[in-house]
């Protein structure tokens, strides 16, 4: 039982330079409290020697851990201490320690008040000592003074915490006398980690000095803030005394005789002063350990299989001697490599822990949320207006007055927006290839990254079969969008065109220009008797021409036929001209042209009859009297062209200047209802077959990367790093290890070896126990 201290002192000094009794949390006792409570002389008190430093505000700047250990009575030895990082370097003289642990804490923690994280570890070696681990910490305080850091209060706090956290460790809180153990700092900070009272041994100070009609009785004795390891009362050597050179033997004495002669401490004078705190801490300190063992031993066999998975993973150098077996490691690791990429892609790249999307999902969301809502976000029209496709129409009609939508400036518009797709196709591209790079910064092989040389050559691979595999993939893109260029599909079943498309957009025009019976106007409207009188006229007028009209016509249709021939395109079975081809349907009214021309064909008759006639009444008179008459004379062509030439005009008729041509000709504001009606149409035509290559676009583009960039990345990059890298002369400059993992190699080589040799102290030590 008595070894269990030496053991875990043991266990410190093996473990001191590793860093590991942090993590292996080895049991020790913490002393924390407030500024001025005695916390530093407590110490001292308990060790026998005066080492410390002292003065006002914060002494104690960093933590010091103090490592006591008891030397037998035969040792002729005076006693000494040593630094953990010094060892053989006795120091007997313990003004000197002081002195030391000043320099080294100045030299970390500067010359103002600010505090270090970084512990400062000695030994005292002493017959009048027993076994245990101290650690003496910042006395903790509010406000800053002087010239503290502004957050002292937090700074502090943040040092005190991992000491006290530690379960395997005892808790020693100073209080002084006079204060009220309620406001007790120590007690609050040790309630936080310890709220059973289970690890907190109390001390309270200053017992001698409390105010006249005052004690601490109660507190003593764990009714004012129970603890289950009780409070211990001492006396400490006061300022005047310890420049009268007290000595702490003397003050054991005065100690003594100030409980054992108090009226109110003398019932538990044998449960007070340094001697019994040096006893109860000794045993509970081993009762702790020995509850703590358990724990030991676990966290001491975690860590060791934890050192050997590390020490697995850096590899032992010494099995690649020859180049046999570096060519073997050299292909297990690129087939390896090579198998990880793959499971990243398709999604078999299994690890806990991760909350966010990785490897192949990361792709797929590029596909379906980036890139197919940015296409369908595109709007044609927000690049192109009414004026610019009504400019289009007349354009594409030339010098031909417009009688039907014309095609080519569907085209050209519909073609503008299809090619505002390659862009948005093209970065779909670079973040899946950006994507797949990301992916392979992912893939930690630790056998690889022991290799500097070998694990730069795959990145470098892969980099070049990435670039390479996007060339064709860009290309592949450009021809999609030049498939959806070249041939415009009117009749995809998904495109939305013909009669019902016209009929709905002239509806739709007519139904925004209708307006309501009951709000004509009488002055802009006919009345009934006014269209009668017109109607008759005009069957009047259509009557006395009616045998030149059917001459007309005739001669009309024989042309037609003449022209058009028999082809089923443009004639029915009536000889009629077919109106059902695909533009026949975007005429502004086909019905309508049809009556405008007949009417148009009627007037022309008219002229040509009156004209007839006129001539014929001329040439009778002329007969009949014998002579001409002047003005008929100069309707006679000889006449005309003998005294009224075009040429001879310019003598009497007054001179008119045409306005020159603009530069630059725009249309105007007003638009007719059939410009309405075309503009209209040609918009819903640009929507549905935009909406159609949108569609074709948003589903040829991810299969296009898949295959050309992601699978062929896949299939290949085994065969292109085995080429590039598998080389006999190369073998050994790709295997030469990089200092970090030589070291690191090293390191936790020792690391292992001293926990299996903590383990087997242990082990030992249960044995004989």
């Not at 009362?233 to 050179?245: A, H, L, S, W, Y």
């Not at 030149?548 to 003449?562: F, H, R, Y």
Request: proline fraction near 4%.
């Amino acid at each position: 039982m008595n070894k269990l201290i030496p053991l875990i002192n043991e266990i410190h000094d093996i473990l001191d330079k590793s860093q590991l009794g942090n993590q292996l949390r080895l049991p020790q006792v913490v002393v924390i409290g407030s500024q001025s409570t005695g916390k530093s002389s407590v110490l001292e008190s308990i060790i026998g020697k005066e080492f410390l430093p002292r003065g006002k505000g914060i002494v104690t700047r960093r933590p010091i851990e103090i490592q006591l250990s008891n030397i037998p009575e035969s040792s002729h030895e005076k006693d000494w201490a040593e630094f953990f990082d010094k060892k053989g370097q006795k120091i007997y003289d313990f003004e000197e320690l002081r002195n030391l642990i000043q320099d080294e804490t100045d030299k970390l923690c500067g010359q103002n008040k600010g505090v270090s994280y970084v512990p400062l570890r000695l030994k005292v070696f002493s017959k009048d000592v027993v076994d245990l681990m101290l650690v003496d910490l910042p006395g903790m305080t509010k406000n800053p003074v002087g010239d503290q850091p502004q957050d002292i209060e937090k700074q502090i706090m943040d040092l005190l915490n991992p000491y006290v956290q530690n379960p395997n460790s005892l808790i020693l809180a100073v209080s002084r006398g006079s204060d009220d153990l309620a406001n007790s700092e120590s007690l609050k900070l040790a309630r936080t980690v310890d709220p059973e009272g289970n690890r907190t041994v109390g001390v309270i100070t200053q017992l001698d000095i409390m105010d006249q009609g005052c004690d601490a009785l109660n507190d003593l004795m764990g009714k004012t803030y129970p603890l289950k390891l009780g409070y211990i009362g001492v006396v400490m050597r006061g300022q005047k005394e310890i420049q009268q050179r007290m000595t702490i033997q003397q003050q054991y004495l005065k100690e003594k005789k100030f409980f054992e002669e108090s009226e109110i401490y003398k019932k538990i004078a044998d449960k007070m002063g340094v001697p019994y705190l040096v006893k109860s801490l000794n045993y509970h300190f081993m009762n702790h350990i020995k509850q703590c063992l358990p724990e030991i031993r676990e966290n001491l066999i975690k860590q060791i299989m934890i050192k050997e998975a590390e020490l697995k993973n850096y590899g032992e150098f010494d099995e690649l001697e020859d180049n046999k077996s570096r060519g073997l490691f050299v292909l297990n690791m690129l087939a390896k490599f090579c198998q990880s990429y793959k499971d990243l892609v398709e999604g078999k790249y299994l690890r806990s822990g991760h909350d966010q999307l990785i490897g192949g999902s990361r792709i797929n969301y590029i596909f379906s949320d980036i890139f197919r809502k940015s296409l369908n976000d595109i709007d044609p029209f927000e690049i192109l207006n009414d004026d610019e496709i009504r400019t289009a129409i007349k354009n594409a009609n030339g010098l031909r007055p417009s009688l039907f939508v014309p095609e080519g400036a569907f085209e050209n518009l519909v073609k503008q927006q299809i090619s505002r797709l390659l862009q948005p196709s093209l970065q779909c591209s670079k973040l899946v290839y950006e994507e797949q790079r990301r992916i392979l910064t992912m893939i930690n092989i630790p056998e690889i990254e022991r290799f500097d040389n070998l694990n730069s050559g795959i990145s470098e691979v892969m980099e070049q079969v990435l670039s390479r595999c996007q060339l064709p993939t860009d290309q592949m893109i450009k021809n999609l969008i030049e498939i959806e260029l070249g041939y415009i599909n009117t009749s995809h079943p998904d495109f939305c065109g013909g009669i019902g498309l016209l009929q709905a957009t002239q509806q739709e025009i007519l139904n925004k220009d209708e307006q309501p019976p009951n709000q004509m106007n009488e002055k802009g409207g006919k009345n009934q008797k006014q269209q009668q009188n017109q109607q008759k006229q005009s069957q009047q007028q259509q009557q006395n021409n009616s045998s030149q009209q059917k001459k007309q016509s005739q001669d009309g249709a024989s042309d037609e036929n003449s022209l058009y021939g028999n082809d089923p395109r443009f004639n029915d079975q009536n000889g009629r001209q077919d109106e059902n081809g695909f533009w026949s349907w975007f005429s502004f009214s086909s019905r309508q042209q049809s009556k405008q021309t007949e009417l148009t064909d009627n007037k022309l008759n008219n002229m040509h009859f009156k004209k007839k006639r006129s001539t014929q009444n001329s040439n009778d008179e002329q007969n009949k009297d014998g002579k001409s008459n002047k003005y008929s004379d100069m309707l006679q062509p000889s006449a005309y062209n003998e005294d009224y030439s075009i040429n001879n005009l310019g003598s009497f008729m007054p001179k008119t200047q045409l306005p020159h041509v603009p530069s630059q000709i725009k249309l105007g504001d007003n638009y007719s209802k059939k410009e309405q009606t075309e503009t209209k149409m040609i918009k819903n035509l640009i929507i549905s077959y935009y909406n159609v290559v949108k569609k074709n676009i948003s589903d040829s583009v991810p299969k296009t990367i898949i295959t050309f960039l992601t699978n062929r990345s896949v299939n290949i990059c085994e065969r292109e790093l085995v080429s590039s890298l598998y080389k006999e002369d190369q073998l050994e400059e790709l295997l030469k290890e990089n200092s970090f993992v030589l070291e690191q190699r090293k390191e936790t080589k020792s690391q292992l070896k001293m926990l299996k040799q903590c383990l087997n102290i242990l082990n030992d030590t249960e044995s004989k126990c």
